[in-house]
């Protein structure tokens, strides 16, 4: 009897392996270059692109092809939602995620859900879009989910400098119709005229940045390949969380006493944490942001959402670390 | 006619289902819903009854089915009330076997995104495999070392994954979404890969009702009234796990249905496990299906992992019970 069960058990088990006959989508291409139809750059900033198909790569490696621009926008992420009210196309976007919260407009978009990454698939059917935008902190069971509903989805991958962020600023641009050349234009002589002025520096202050501290003696701090490592170091400061190995690593106290940062930065401040605060956690006193009183609240959402809104950061940053360059 | 118990729960699933599809988070009124029954629809309303809801309600009540028949067969096998299914680490061996799948860059495709559950279920059944091994005292498997294995195995994989969830910071949200359970994948592919195995699992441990009757009197009682208990047992033991591993496999942890539907089963109508097993594997569906509608619902468009929905109604519900028949000598 037993026997008999140990047979169908693996029979069944080798049936189910065959998988169920699903027509297999399509098959990741390489990082190819995307295939654009490119507008030559004009002096005349004013012409927008002709209504022609769009038909792009996106971050997962899937073909992507709209008709016409996208009309109607749903985005997964506040991300996505700032990149796509900054471009013009804000009176496009007819469902956002419930982070989303910039600019404040966004707010009275419908919102499909998001938190823990949970959204209501039926939600985002009901307002029938012609293109989901998803970001990174999608998962890609999502993206299947919603692909299988017919719905076309645009996985933005986050950009890792500052210039692929422009390109994905383009990106979004093609696929809602609108010239992102002026928007990109602006932001990069911002960016510029911020590098030109790092660029005379001679001395870099020590930076700590704290992302959160439920701990208080083993706070959370951007390490090297993490945005905001990357953006410190733009705007010239020494960021002290980049001697360690992750992106988004745990810093112990000794550590940052032993660095003694002369900046202190809270990016949890939009959280409840402030300066005042900081100044009593034991053991803090001995740092020298804590003596001189040089801590900062930041708007994190302008560190760490791939936006447009990082040029905002940079100068933000930059300001902090050299206030008599930028009087 | 007293409505037999199988007639009552029968119409308690039916009403279940039909809840499950009528409720979401987009409104559908009935007229709606009875145009996109019979195909009449307008295209939303089709969509979200015919692709959303569907595989979903399917989907739930066979994990509720898998979770309620896995956790009554765990708790006749271990003869302890507090067993259920992830006793001996299931759920941790699966969310480990996630987790690890998840760090690698699967490529965009069908078999990309199925080796995350593959890896699951994989893992799943391997960790009750060494459980088993490391249980084992010569020919025989005590229940009690069974437990003390999958105890400290479940904390080892537990946190393991913890580790590995704190290292990897692209995968967390993904991670964490995965672990707190619920349906995420609307679609049949789910639905297709669970199926043979839960018939498989849930149809032995249906014909194993008088085997599991015969082992309340303890092992060597069971052993001299003619059951080979050792066999029994692992038979039982694996055809549980498949179940469980299944479940966990696509829908995440999902805690609660395995612990209290055979016990409120159990309440209402008796410890005959032959009537038991059934009566748990069409109450889990109710429960989770149950569970799946609040979630969807009561925050929309938010939707709460199923699993909180599940531990919040289900502790009060079971305590309900168990006061309104307190004066049974139930265990």
Redesign the interface.
């Known amino acids: 009897m037993?026997r008999k069960?140990l047979v169908?058990?693996l029979l069944?088990?080798l049936?189910?392996g065959c998988?169920?006959a699903?027509a297999?989508?399509q098959?990741?291409s390489t990082a190819a270059p995307i295939h654009v139809q490119t507008e030559a750059p004009t002096a005349a900033p004013t012409v927008a692109p002709t209504p022609a198909g769009v038909t792009l790569t996106d971050g997962?490696?899937?073909e992507v092809k709209l008709a016409s621009p996208a009309q109607k926008v749903v985005s997964l992420a506040p991300s996505n939602t700032e990149i796509l009210f900054a471009i013009g196309a804000g009176s496009q976007v007819v469902g956002r995620d419930?982070f989303s919260d910039f600019p404040a407009e966004a707010k009275l978009v419908?919102?499909?859900?998001?938190?823990?990454?949970?959204?209501?698939?039926?939600?985002i059917?009901?307002l029938?879009p012609d293109l989901v935008l998803a970001a990174?902190?999608n998962?890609?069971?999502?993206?299947?989910?919603l692909e299988?509903?017919?719905l076309t989805v645009y996985y933005l991958k986050n950009p890792t400098t500052i210039e692929e962020m422009y390109k994905n600023l383009n990106i979004v641009g093609q696929l809602t119709g609108h010239d992102t050349t002026d928007l990109v234009n602006s932001l990069k002589a911002r960016v510029a005229a911020v590098d030109a002025k790092i660029a005379t520096v001679t001395t870099k202050p020590s930076v700590f940045y704290e992302i959160d501290a439920p701990a208080a003696n083993k706070p959370y701090t951007y390490g090297p390949g993490?945005f905001g490592d990357l953006l410190i170091a733009r705007a010239g400061g020494t960021n002290i969380g980049n001697t360690l190995k992750?992106?988004?690593p745990q810093i112990s106290l000794e550590q940052i006493v032993a660095s003694n940062p002369s900046i202190i930065l809270l990016g949890d401040s939009n959280y409840g944490a402030t300066a005042e605060a900081v100044k009593t956690r034991a053991g803090w006193s001995g740092i020298a942001a804590v003596k001189s009183g040089q801590i900062f609240p930041i708007d994190d959402n302008i560190i760490s959402r791939p936006g447009p809104r990082l040029v905002d950061g940079l100068e933000q940053l930059a300001k902090l670390f050299h206030p008599d360059l930028f009087k | 006619m007293k409505p037999t118990p199988f007639f009552l729960v029968l119409l308690a699933l039916g009403l279940a289902l039909i809840l499950s599809l009528a409720i979401?988070?987009?409104f559908l009124s009935p007229v709606e819903l009875w145009d996109a029954l019979r195909g009449q629809g307008i295209q939303?309303a089709m969509?979200?009854l015919w692709?959303?809801?569907l595989p979903r309600t399917v989907l739930v009540a066979l994990t509720g089915a898998a979770l309620g028949g896995s956790g009554a067969a765990y708790q006749g096998l271990f003869r302890n009330p507090l067993a259920d299914p992830f006793l001996i680490g299931v759920a941790s061996g699966a969310g480990l076997g996630a987790v690890i799948a998840m760090s690698v860059k699967w490529?965009?495709?069908?078999w990309?995104?199925?080796a995350?559950p593959m890896a699951a279920f994989v893992a799943a059944l391997l960790t009750v495999f060494i459980v088993y091994f490391l249980a084992r005292v010569g020919q025989t498997v005590p229940t009690t070392n069974l437990i003390l294995a999958g105890v400290a195995f479940s904390s080892f994989a537990t946190s393991l994954t913890s580790f590995l969830m704190l290292?990897s910071?692209?995968e967390v949200?993904?991670a964490?979404?995965w672990l707190?359970g619920?349906a995420?994948?609307?679609?049949?592919?789910a639905i297709?890969?669970m199926t043979?195995?839960l018939?498989?699992g849930l149809g032995?441990l249906t014909l194993s009702g008088h085997a599991l009757n015969l082992l309340q009197f303890g092992d060597d009682q069971a052993q001299q009234l003619g059951l080979n208990v050792g066999?029994a047992k692992t038979?039982m033991l694996?055809a549980a796990s498949?179940a469980t591993a299944a479940a966990v496999a696509f829908s995440g942890i999902i805690g609660f249905i395995g612990l209290i539907v055979p016990h409120v089963m159990r309440l209402w109508f008796g410890a005959d496990y032959r009537r038991l097993l059934p009566l748990s594997i069409i109450g889990g569906a109710i429960a989770l299906l149950v569970s799946d509608v609040i979630a969807?619902v009561v925050l929309?468009?938010?939707?709460?992992?199923v699993g909180i929905v599940t531990a919040l109604a289900g502790a009060p519900f079971f305590l309900w019970v168990l006061r309104r028949t307190k004066n049974q000598g139930f265990w």
């Open positions: 037993f069960i169908l058990t069944a088990a049936l189910a998988g169920p699903v297999a989508t098959s990741p997962l490696g899937r419930e419908a919102s499909v859900g998001g938190s823990m990454g949970k959204y209501s698939t039926e939600q059917v009901a029938k990174e902190i998962s890609p069971e999502l993206v299947k989910e299988g509903l017919g993490s992750d992106a988004y | 979401g988070s987009v939303t969509q979200i692709d959303i809801r490529p965009y495709s069908f990309g995104l199925m995350i290292r910071t692209g949200r993904r964490l979404g707190l619920g995420s994948q609307s679609g049949w592919t297709i890969a043979p195995y018939i498989i032995i066999r038979v694996i498949l969807r929309a468009p938010q939707e709460i992992p």
